[in-house]
Structures are given as structure tokens and as C-alpha cells.
């Protein structure tokens, strides 16, 4: 997605529409992404600023994801300053991907800065003595010792690039259109250079696709050198694209990528196919992304829940594998403990400083301390022993738990990515962490429960919930339902009467539904009678065996079940 700093030049113009409205709504479409309501010119606008790693950009859109349920507190900062502020002005740093948005509120003058750069995008808030007020993502300084981005600091702006120094002499980038005779001059020496690597190198704001158009408007490839290219040919080509800065002549468009892809820019590109134009590049953009960030509000918030919870995976794997390695070390116990008593009964064949003792007939070698007497040798093997055979009674429970700790962790990890809500992320982020329970005045909303034709059917969102369905709400005469060998919810079903086939399969259709298998076209679910369904002994949280089971084969859905909580 080339969202340059020609592309932040056609953002600036669409959102300066909007200078002189007023905010009259914010509210937090994603994890790292912000919506602003501006008034202004008789209709309401719709200003999304996304620092998101893949999706970063800024756009006017007619909709947005459903708002986070707490807002987070960046967002109650924003609408501090912000609510009923006037939209001053609205600027590009020059030929950056930066957007400064000057507000007026009660709170006195802020700026909101937008930094549309991959996986470094932020949001923030600075004030009038640029100092950050707040930040979508909080850079510490262990993350950026040059730029942390944290509440009280100074703001810092990215730093300017300068040229390509292993083409170009040291200095600035320079602007073909401002200093027209100075690019000529630091093209024409870098003649052995790429047409892309000087393009790259000289020109401010210029990424690689727009070096590509450049080239493309030069009639020469990227990987041309510039002496065959001609210095003043590529110099009229970069003119035709940076001019666009000076007359704003803006011709959004879409289009299809070398690689096939939907992909968008300020201006009609050439050697692509599928060439759309959009009256705005805010058109382009919604086309070309398709609400992908929107469509999973909790995207950038599932990513980071399981990005903390492989890590606790990962941790705990590699405790396990230390733990196998150590517990085939104390296969060696005794033969530390032989080592300790030959040293001792060969004492006086050992002298001073040997580093070995040999027993040929035996077909032993010992290893000695050159430092130690034979008696403190047999004592430090002696000690060997001790310490493997106390680890040989130790480890064993020890690789148990690690091993366990693994397999909770796997299942947080299934169930982080079928969470339908910020709770539950929060709920698994917690269980992940060994976090203590919520305080007793905290009302947690338990299990979700459905009913069908006088039934009713239960559902664990996680290992936890899948304890309490299975082992507290149930009755002994209830049907216990789960995905055969996949990891996901534990649905109990129960009623005044003995469920009939159909409702059965309506509950296995629910089970696939709240597990790992959501996507597959059929699923087998186990159906056994609670009565039969015993917790696995020492095992992780939800790890259940069970006995009278049959398998009913299901398409995953919630068909015509109602949700009574």
C-alpha cells in the first residue's frame, strides 16, 4: 500500500475540507486507530487516523467498526482536548508522511500529529509547547532511545532523511522541481548507480513505487544505471510526478500490483493493469483496504493477545525441553557416585595435580581437579551424585507442570482467536499472565447461553468458562458436546425432556461453531452424557476424558438458536 508523501500531499487536501468544523464525535474503531466526527460544511465527516502495522493511513470514510466497549485512555484524552474543538488548519510536514491537524477547544490549542510510516505509524496528541499529551502506541525509551514517544516528553518529529551517501555527496535530499539544476548535477555524477538506487537516494519522500513511475515515465527500468538513462530524462520524469505538489492536480486511482494486488496512489499510474479512478483518494483507499482493519475491530488487539500469549508458549516449551535434557543427565547419578568411591580407593595411586585418574582394567577415565586432593575430587563428585539423583526425584513433577503450562497455553491461544469481544481478550491476556482473580464486587458476565425449542445450550469462551459449563452449571442428566481433537468450547445442553436428533445436531452445529474448526464445512462432535465427563487429573484448566460418547457429524453455525445472555 504506497502510502507516500505524495499520497499524504492528496490526504492533506481532502482533509483540509474540514478545517473550520468542529469535532463532535471520537471514538476508537480498532486497537491502534481513531475516528473523528467533524462538522463542517453543512455535513458530518468521518476522519479515520490508523496507526495500524499493516493498514496504516488516513481517510475520510462514510462508516466505522463498531467502537470499542471501554474506551481506552487515549482516547478519553482525545475527548478532553478534543470534543467541540475547532479544526484550525490541517498541514503536511514537508514532503514527509506526517499530517498535523491544529484544533482549537476549551482546553486551549493542540495538534493532532498522524505519522503514516509501516509498523513505526503513530497517533498523538501534543500541545501547544510540544509537549505529548498521548499516543495510540507508546514507544519506551528500552524500544527508541532516539525517539520515545511517552506522555510529558517533548514531541521530536521523524528525522529528516538525508541523500544516499554511497551515491551522492552528504546533504539533503533535494526537490527536482525547487532545485532543478541541483538534482541535474547529483544525477549525473551518480551515472553507475541504479535508476532506483539514485531515486531512492536523492529525491525527498520517494519510496519504490514511486521510483518505478518515475522510470516508467522516463521510458528506462529501475535497474538501468543513470548513465545509460540520461541525468535530464529522469530529471523531467521526477518533475511530472513532484509538480503534482505545486498544482494539486490529484487523479486518484486503483489498481492491480506486479504482484496482482489491489493497491491505490494520488495519480494515474503507468505498467499496471486494472486502472480505476475514484473522485477522492479516501474513495480509492476504501476500495483498495475494503474495511480489512474494520471488518475485525479486535484485529490489531488479537494480534497482540497472541503475540503475548506465543511467548508464554514459547517460554514454557523450551522449560519443558530443559527439562528432558536434565532429566536424561541424571541417568549419570550413579556412576558419579562409582567415580566418587574409585577416587577414594585409588587415593594413593594419585599424585599431586593429576588431572585424570586411568583404570585400565576397568576401562574407566575420571576426570580430576589438578587443584583438589583426592579426597575433595571423590567429595565434588560426590556432590554430582546428590545433586542428580535429588534432580532425578525433582524434575519429573517439574516437566509435568511444564508441560501442562504448554497445553493451557495452546488452548489461550485457539481460544484468543476466536474471541468475539475486548473482555475476552482481557480475560485470556489475565489468564496468560497468572494475574489474580477479579475482586468479588466485580460482576463478570458468565457463559453465553442460547435456547432452541425449550432447550438450552451453554458455551465456554475458554478454559475457564469451559470448567465452570461443564463441571458446575450442568446437570447429570445434560449432553456434553466438543469438537473431536480441536480446541473450543464446551456446550452443555439440557431441558425439560430428552433432546431429539435434531436438536442434538443444532447443538453439535453450536459446538463447531465456538471452536478452532469455525471455518470447516463439517466438524465431528463428541456427544456424551455429562455424568461421564471426568477432568483429567493434574491436567490444564477445560482437559477433560469422557466414555459413552458417539460422534455426530455437524457444518458449524448458530442456526436458529437465540442468545438469552
Known sequence: MPFDALAMAAMTDEVGVSAGGRIQKIVQPSRFSIGLAIYAGGKQHWLLLSADPRFARI?????????????????????????????????????????????????????????????????????????????????????????????????????????????????????????PDEALMLLSRASSASVRQALLGLLPG??????????????????????????????????????????????????????????????????????????????????????????????????????????????????????????????????????????????????????????????????LDPLLTPPQNAEKLFRRYHKLRDARLRIPGLLQGAEVEAARLQDLAAFARMAGSEGELRALLADTRSEPPEPKKVRRRGPPHFTLNGFTAIAGRNARENEEVTFRLSGRGDLWLHARERTGAHVILHGSSSPDGDTIEAAAALAAYFSEARGDTAVDVIVAPVRDVRKVPGGPPGRVTYRNSHTVRARPGLGNWTRAQ
Open 206 to 367: 520517494c519510496g519504490p513505487f514511486l521510483a518505478d513511475q518515475i522510470s516508467c515515465r522516463a521510458d528506462v527500468t529501475p535497474e538501468m544505471p543513470v548513465g545509460r538513462a540520461g541525468a535530464e530524462n529522469l530529471l523531467r520524469a521526477a518533475q511530472s510526478l513532484f509538480d503534482l505538489y505545486r498544482t494539486r492536480d490529484w487523479q486518484p486511482s486503483t489498481f492491480l500490483n506486479a504482484r496482482g494486488q489491489p493497491d491505490f496512489s494520488p495519480y494515474v499510474p503507468l505498467l499496471v493493469s486494472d486502472v480505476s479512478p475514484t473522485p477522492l483518494l479516501s474513495d480509492a483507499i476504501s476500495r483498495v483496504v475494503e474495511d480489512a482493519e474494520s471488518r475485525d475491530g479486535l484485529g490489531s488487539a488479537r494480534r497482540e493477545a497472541l503475540q503475548v500469549i506465543e511467548r508464554a508458549l514459547h517460554a514454557a516449551q523450551r522449560r519443558a525441553s530443559s527439562l528432558e535434557y536434565g532429566l536424561e543427565a541424571t541417568a549419570e547419578a550413579e556412576m558419579y557416585m562409582t567415580y566418587g568411591q574409585l577416587v577414594l580407593s585409588y587415593a594413593h595411586a594419585i599424585r599431586p595435580k593429576q588431572t585424570e585418574l586411568v583404570l585400565p582394567e576397568m576401562e574407566t577415565v575420571i576426570p
Open 59 to 179: 481517510q475520510l470514510t462514510s462508516k466505522l467498526a463498531k467502537a470499542f466497549p471501554t474506551p481506552s485512555p487515549f482516547v478519553m484524552l482525545l475527548r478532553k482536548y478534543l470534543d467541540g474543538a475547532r479544526v484550525a488548519a490541517v498541514e503536511q510536514r514537508w514532503r514527509e508522511r506526517v499530517m498535523t491537524i491544529h484544533c482549537e477547544g476549551s482546553e486551549g490549542t493542540v495538534d493532532v500529529v498522524c505519522e503514516v510510516m509501516g509498523k513505526h505509524s503513530n497517533v498523538m496528541l501534543v500541545a501547544a509547547d510540544s509537549r505529548i499529551l498521548g499516543a495510540v502506541k507508546h514507544v519506551r525509551v528500552t524500544e527508541s532511545r532516539v525517539r520515545p514517544i511517552l506522555p510529558g516528553r517533548t514531541y521530536v518529529p521523524p528525522p529528516t532523511q538525508d541523500r544516499d551517501q554511497r551515491i551522492f555527496p552528504s546533504g539533503p535530499r533535494v526537490d527536482p522541481c525547487d532545485r
